[in-house]
């Protein structure tokens, strides 16, 4: 519980991180763009309103001190004008007509040509415009700079923002784990008090059952032994979740054979269903092993089919089945019944919840699925619960083990 409360800790103060600095660089990156663009712009306004004078013929591309620009404008004669600094080659007249329609079709006084890789600026009257082009391959390569940058910088920030935030997790949840223990300690004190007296109640009560003649004496022991049973039932549900909550260790575990395990707790659940008026039938595969604690793994199986039993009506039929589902088995328990809501497929297993209340005074208290759950997690598996028209169903996954 606590190492979950811990990884929310973390998760939601990095996904806190991760939008402010996705926020943070992408403004950079919006406002780097714009201003490059900006810049270009009054540039090539610059280089349309001097028409860059005539070219020399003795400059090659790549000397010192070019300007990748240069402006198209129609003559008086309507013959097509390219002047430059020689970094484009401007003799080659059906290129330079290219780019000028392509510039004319698109409109509007500045623009982009992507597929030749130049941003466009127009001035002058319409009828004798004047076009400046300048290359964006070196707008393109600082962006890419930028973005390897702010990429570089926020994995930075990121890893040292997560080391922070596990750091501080064990801060803040220190109050919370040790209330915790202190409440798990509690539990596992007061119930290991109240099993010895309830102990000596039920034998008491047995004995006392078995003296009385009067039918009115037995119906107050039976209803004795009935309480004390239900208590001790309860007793020992909080035994198993504080022993549960004090995570065992790992190495307790080892290889168990669930086909096996879930046929022999079918077994005495049979003659039960049968007395209650229910059909129980089993689909079980065979072969199939998991890693784990064999008690506990069996108290998941009675636990998923004694809730059956109570929540099934008379006359219903309640389906076991264990199957294979890649690299996990699924054990489920469907049967008909009131379907749950969203709402309590999720509260269904927290401790002491009853989607039935009146469930109580049948000896549910609501830990049965709480206590499953707790199994289940700890075997590295998930269990939830499914509800449809024809009733509701408990899934458990668990992983199996390497052939």
Request: hydrophobic content about 40%.
């Amino acid at each position: 519980m606590i190492r979950r409360l811990r990884l929310k800790f973390v998760l939601m103060n990095m996904a806190f991180v991760t939008a402010l600095l996705a926020a943070v660089f992408s403004l950079v990156l919006h406002t780097t763009r714009n201003e490059l663009a900006q810049a270009g712009l009054r540039a090539l306004e610059q280089a349309a309103l001097e028409h860059l004078g005539p070219v020399r013929p003795d400059r090659r591309p790549g000397e010192p001190g070019r300007v990748p620009c240069f402006v198209l404008r129609t003559g008086p004669r309507g013959e097509l004008i390219a002047a430059g600094d020689g970094y484009y080659d401007l003799t080659d007249e059906d290129w330079l007509l290219t780019l000028l329609a392509t510039a004319q079709e698109q409109g509007g006084r500045e623009g982009v040509l992507e597929d030749y890789g130049l941003r466009f600026c127009r001035s002058g009257p319409p009828e004798r415009p004047v076009l400046a082009f300048v290359d964006l391959s070196g707008e393109r390569q600082t962006m890419a700079a930028l973005a390897r940058t702010c990429l570089l910088a926020g994995s930075a920030a990121f890893l040292g923002f997560l080391a922070v935030s596990v750091l501080l997790s064990r801060w803040a949840v220190r109050p919370v784990a040790r209330a915790w223990e202190q409440q798990r300690q509690f539990v596992a004190d007061a119930s290991h008090e109240l099993k010895t007296p309830l102990t000596v109640i039920l034998t008491n009560a047995e004995l006392l059952r078995e003296g009385t003649a009067g039918a009115e004496e037995r119906r107050f022991t039976d209803n004795i032994l009935t309480m004390a049973r239900q208590m001790r039932a309860l007793v020992e549900s909080l035994l198993e979740l504080a022993r549960g909550d004090a995570c065992p260790a790992a190495g307790a575990m080892e290889p168990v054979d669930l086909s096996r395990l879930v046929q022999e707790a079918v077994l005495p659940f049979e003659p039960v269903f049968f007395e209650a008026g229910l059909t129980l039938s089993a689909e079980i595969r065979e072969g199939l092993r998991v890693r784990g604690v064999e008690g506990q793994l069996r108290q998941v199986a009675e636990i998923l089919l004694d809730n059956a039993r109570k929540y099934t009506p008379s006359g219903g039929r309640v389906t076991l089945e264990l199957t294979r589902s890649g690299r996990s088995c699924l054990l489920s328990v469907a049967g008909p019944g009131t379907p749950l809501t969203r709402q309590q497929r999720q509260d269904v297993f927290k401790r002491f919840y009853r989607a039935d209340p009146a469930r109580s005074r049948e000896g549910s208290w609501g830990l049965g699925l709480s206590l499953a759950r707790e199994t289940v997690s700890r075997h590295g598996g998930k269990i939830w619960a499914d509800s449809g028209p024809e009733g509701n169903r408990f899934t458990v996954r668990l992983p199996l083990m390497r052939e």
